[in-house]
């Protein structure tokens, strides 16, 4: 930095949703029922689609807010201390509950490059907007939601919306709090799995039809590793996803949600946005755990020349 230049302010995004204690085992091969099997690696930390998209915001360089339900059991320590540690600020809507936060086992294969996951969601958890948290979006450049906390995410972005702050939705599976949350959604990243009632799963054409007309702008569909597909205005495109040698694809949705907002907040059009985002999305399943990626940006393709994350 020249000296009497002025450090450049970091772009803030909030983020809304879950956030789960992540036990991820990395094996060769999916372990036979009923057997007992030598992990090869472990991680732990905190995930969760908008949690997991925080810690991608900050990797590249945002300073993130998210706001979750953690509360006082002990397990949360572990979560706290973990998104402290990645740059992520915590806004907790149920400090003084001493629910335990939903827990993800994950077993990642490694020949296969796939992972199988069984969680609770936080359907136990009650969680509702105050109007009060309208106050983190003093000069916030995105909002992020994964609708797991209906009330909270609808309250968030319609506020936002009004602001004129740009709002995202992560929306994996439809669910029927999206048909409310919809109209102050901007942009929404959606999975092949997204089927509104009455479409077939794997019909974009009717997906896109659907959240055009709930009055979303941007829209794209992700399918691992096939391209993505999407509309923006009245331009239809269509998005490769760069190869890699995967080795766990755990989170790398979220990741690509919250390298999505990084670029939108730091003026990306939808397209290009989601472009650098797919790039660092695949980046990141070459390393096992939905940490690593983060220590090791500088190996990137193509870091230090034109991206617009450099």
């Known amino acids: 930095m020249n000296q009497g ?95 335990q936060p939903p827990v993800s086992s994950i077993v990642v294969a490694e020949s296969a490059a796939t992972r199988t996951i069984v969680s609770l969601d936080g359907a136990r958890i009650a969680v509702e907007y105050d109007r009060h948290l309208a106050d983190l979006l003093s000069g916030v450049d995105v909002v992020l939601v994964d609708g797991h906390y209906p009330g909270l995410a609808a309250g968030l972005c319609e506020r936002a919306r009004s602001l004129g702050i740009a709002t995202v939705l992560d929306a994996g599976r439809f669910k029927d709090s999206h048909v409310a949350l919809l109209p102050h959604i901007g942009s929404a990243i959606c999975s092949a799995a997204f089927a509104p009632p009455g479409i077939a799963g794997g019909d974009t054409d009717a997906v896109l039809a659907y959240l055009r007309g709930a009055g979303v702008e941007n829209i794209a569909i992700t399918n691992g590793g096939k391209p993505i597909i999407g509309l923006t205005g009245n331009r239809e495109f269509r998005i490769g996803i760069p190869e890699t040698d995967a080795v766990d694809t755990l989170g790398a949705g979220d990741i690509l949600h919250g390298a999505f907002a990084y670029f939108t907040s730091t003026g990306h059009d939808f397209v290009r946005a989601l472009t650098s985002a797919s790039e660092v999305a695949s980046f990141s399943c070459r390393f096992f755990g939905t940490r690593e990626w983060c220590t090791r940006l500088s190996e990137l393709p193509g870091r230090g020349t034109s991206r617009p994350w450099v």
């Open 5 to 99: 230049s002025t450090p450049s302010v970091p772009k803030t995004g909030v983020f809304a949703g879950i956030s789960t204690l992540d036990i991820a085992y990395l094996v060769d091969g999916y372990p036979a029922e009923d057997t007992k099997t030598q992990a090869r690696d472990q991680f732990t930390g905190a995930g969760g689609p908008a949690t997991n998209a925080a810690v991608a915001y900050a990797a590249l360089g945002g300073a993130p807010t998210l706001v979750t339900a953690v509360g006082t059991h002990r397990l949360g320590d572990l979560i706290r201390n973990d998104l402290s540690a990645h740059g992520v600020r915590i806004v907790d809507v149920c400090a003084g509950s001493d629910h």
